[in-house]
């Protein structure tokens, strides 16, 4: 018999339109000179893209995070920490999610009517996503 490997789960969220307009956020490590008393130097960042809603109005949060590394020594690489989402890995803000959530329980639309409303807009919610985020504000507003 032969050994069964296990892959990572590859997460294909689709990309997010490029018509809505970015807010680009950096957000950069507390120093940029390393430990050793070299200068830190960027050899990277990694992205993020987020949808956002303000009302009547969709928009993409690109938030950047540069990687930095000393030229003068091999200390490592440092980078900020990524700031704390709503919904782990997930793409909407919280803004959206109160969006959602306020459409659904105190104007009672449902989850299917907003989908097909963002889609004018030109958003493809998929049902698989708003039943997972759904099942999540479920839990978040019991706790």
Request: net charge positive; aromatic share 4%; proline share 7%.
């Amino acid at each position: 018999m032969g050994k069964q490997y296990s892959r990572p789960r590859a997460i294909n969220r689709g990309s997010l339109p490029s018509h809505l307009p970015r807010i680009e956020e950096v957000i950069e490590p507390e120093s940029l000179v390393c430990a050793c008393g070299g200068c830190l130097h960027c050899i990277g960042e990694d992205v993020s893209e987020r949808l956002d809603v303000v009302p009547a109005q969709f928009r993409v949060i690109v938030t950047r995070r540069p990687k930095y590394a000393c030229r003068a020594c091999t200390d490592g690489v440092v980078q900020a920490p990524a700031s704390a989402r709503l919904i782990q890995a997930g793409l909407p803000t919280e803004a959206t999610v109160a969006h959602v959530l306020v459409s659904k329980y105190a104007d009672h639309l449902p989850l299917y009517r907003q989908a097909q409303i963002m889609s004018l807009g030109t958003i493809q919610p998929s049902n698989a996503r708003s039943e997972s985020a759904r099942g999540t504000f479920a839990v978040l507003l019991n706790n």
